[in-house]
C-alpha cells in the first residue's frame, strides 16, 4: 500500500524520545480534566511530518490528540508506529474524527481495529453527509445504534459530531434532538461549541438535557462580526461568544465530560502558534 505523505515513515522514525516532564505542561489548578487538541487544526503541518506535529502539541502541553478522518487508510503496523510514538510522548489519542461510511457493516471492523491500536475509545462521526429530512435523521441514529451495538462488547464507543446546520431547526426539530433521542446513551454526543453558539442554541442547556452523554467537547469559539475577516470562527479560544466558564461547570457536574479538545478554523496566526496561544489561554481561565 502506497502511504499519503503526510503518513511518511521517515518523519515516524525520525522523532527522538524526550522525558514526560519536558512534554507534559503543568496541569491546571481546577480541572483534572485532559485538554486536547483535534489534529485537523494542523492538517497543513500534519501532511508534512505526523511525528514532528504530535511531538510539537506534547512539548506544547496537549494531554490528547484526536485523528481525523485520512488515518482509516493507514495499515496496521503503521498503526502501531503511531501507538509508539504516543506512548514515548506521553499524549493519548482517546477518540477519532470519522466519515460516515465509516460506520457501514464493511468498513467498520477495519475501522475498530485502527482505533485499538492507537488508544482509541470513541469513533465519532465527523459529518452524516447529505441527510433528507427529519427522517433521514432518524436513520443517521439508527447507523450509530448498530455501530454501538457492535462497539459495546469491546468497551468502546460511538459518537456524533455536530456542526450547524445540526442545531437549526428543521420541520420543527432540531437534528441533534433527533440523534439525541434515537440513540442508545452510551452514544456520545460530542459538543462543538462554536457552532452550536452560532446557531442561536444555548450549549450549557444542551449539556444540561443530556447528562451523561457530552463526553468530550471540541472548544471552539465564535463571535459574530461585520466583515468575513472579522466573523466566525478566526477568533481564538476565549475570544468570542461561548461563556466557557458556565460550559465548563456544566459539562463536569452533568455532561460526564471526559476531555476537552481545542478545535479553530484559522486565525490571525499561523496554526501552530495558534494551537499553543489557544492553550495558553485555555490554562489561564482554568487556573
Same mark, same amino acid.
Given at each position: 500500500?502506497?502511504? @499519503?505523505?503526510?503518513?511518511?515513515?521517515?518523519?515516524?522514525?525520525?522523532?527522538?524520545?524526550?522525558?514526560?516532564?519536558?512534554?507534559?505542561?503543568?496541569?491546571?489548578?481546577?480541572? @483534572?480534566? #485532559?485538554?486536547?487538541?483535534? =489534529?485537523?487544526?494542523?492538517?497543513?503541518?500534519?501532511?508534512?511530518?505526523?511525528?514532528?506535529?504530535? &511531538?510539537?502539541?506534547?512539548?506544547?502541553?496537549?494531554?490528547?490528540? +484526536?485523528?481525523?478522518?485520512?488515518?482509516? =487508510?493507514?495499515?496496521?503496523?503503521?498503526? *502501531?508506529?503511531? &501507538?509508539?510514538?504516543?506512548?514515548?510522548? /506521553?499524549?493519548? !489519542?482517546?477518540?477519532?474524527?470519522?466519515?460516515?461510511?465509516?460506520?457501514?457493516?464493511?468498513?467498520?471492523?477495519?475501522?475498530?481495529?485502527?482505533?485499538?491500536?492507537?488508544?482509541? /475509545? %470513541?469513533?465519532?462521526?465527523?459529518?452524516?453527509?447529505?441527510?433528507?429530512?427529519?427522517?433521514?435523521? /432518524?436513520?443517521?441514529?439508527?447507523?450509530?445504534?448498530?455501530?454501538?451495538? *457492535?462497539? %459495546? @462488547?469491546?468497551?468502546? $464507543?460511538?459518537?456524533?459530531?455536530?456542526? *450547524?446546520?445540526?442545531?437549526?431547526?428543521?420541520?420543527?426539530?432540531?437534528?441533534?434532538?433527533?440523534?439525541?433521542?434515537?440513540? #442508545?446513551?452510551?452514544?456520545? =454526543?460530542?459538543?462543538?461549541?462554536? %457552532? !452550536?453558539?452560532?446557531?442561536?442554541?444555548?450549549?450549557?442547556?444542551?449539556?444540561?438535557?443530556?447528562?451523561? &452523554?457530552? $463526553?468530550?467537547?471540541? !472548544?471552539?469559539?465564535?463571535?459574530?462580526?461585520?466583515?468575513?475577516?472579522? /466573523?466566525?470562527? $478566526?477568533?481564538?479560544?476565549? +475570544?468570542?461568544?461561548?461563556?466557557?466558564?458556565?460550559?465548563?461547570?456544566?459539562?463536569?457536574?452533568?455532561?460526564?465530560?471526559?476531555?476537552?479538545?481545542?478545535?479553530?478554523?484559522?486565525?490571525?496566526?499561523? #496554526?501552530?502558534?495558534?494551537? +499553543?496561544? !489557544?492553550?495558553?489561554?485555555? $490554562?489561564?481561565? &482554568?487556573?
Amino acid at each position: 500500500m502506497t502511504l @499519503p505523505m503526510y503518513l511518511s515513515r521517515r518523519s515516524l522514525l525520525g522523532w527522538t524520545g524526550a522525558t514526560a516532564a519536558a512534554l507534559q505542561g503543568p496541569a491546571t489548578a481546577k480541572s @483534572p480534566i #485532559p485538554i486536547g487538541i483535534e =489534529l485537523y487544526v494542523l492538517r497543513q503541518e500534519m501532511a508534512k511530518d505526523l511525528a514532528g506535529t504530535v &511531538r510539537a502539541v506534547a512539548r506544547m502541553g496537549y494531554q490528547v490528540v +484526536e485523528f481525523y478522518a485520512p488515518y482509516t =487508510l493507514w495499515t496496521t503496523e503503521y498503526a *502501531k508506529e503511531v &501507538r509508539q510514538l504516543l506512548d514515548e510522548l /506521553k499524549i493519548k !489519542c482517546l477518540s477519532t474524527h470519522n466519515s460516515a461510511n465509516v460506520f457501514t457493516p464493511e468498513n467498520l471492523s477495519k475501522t475498530i481495529e485502527l482505533n485499538q491500536i492507537i488508544g482509541s /475509545k %470513541t469513533l465519532v462521526m465527523a459529518s452524516a453527509g447529505q441527510v433528507n429530512g427529519l427522517d433521514g435523521w /432518524k436513520g443517521v441514529a439508527e447507523t450509530l445504534t448498530r455501530a454501538q451495538e *457492535k462497539l %459495546t @462488547p469491546l468497551g468502546m $464507543r460511538a459518537g456524533f459530531h455536530n456542526h *450547524k446546520s445540526e442545531f437549526d431547526v428543521l420541520e420543527g426539530k432540531r437534528p441533534m434532538e433527533i440523534l439525541a433521542a434515537n440513540t #442508545p446513551k452510551e452514544v456520545t =454526543l460530542q459538543l462543538d461549541v462554536g %457552532t !452550536c453558539i452560532e446557531a442561536g442554541s444555548d450549549p450549557v442547556a444542551w449539556i444540561k438535557a443530556h447528562p451523561g &452523554r457530552i $463526553r468530550s467537547i471540541h !472548544c471552539k469559539d465564535w463571535a459574530k462580526g461585520n466583515t468575513q475577516e472579522e /466573523k466566525s470562527y $478566526r477568533v481564538l479560544f476565549g +475570544e468570542g461568544q461561548s461563556p466557557w466558564k458556565k460550559i465548563f461547570a456544566a459539562a463536569e457536574k452533568k455532561g460526564g465530560v471526559e476531555f476537552y479538545l481545542i478545535e479553530q478554523e484559522g486565525s490571525r496566526f499561523s #496554526p501552530m502558534e495558534t494551537a +499553543e496561544r !489557544c492553550l495558553a489561554s485555555y $490554562r489561564k481561565m &482554568r487556573s
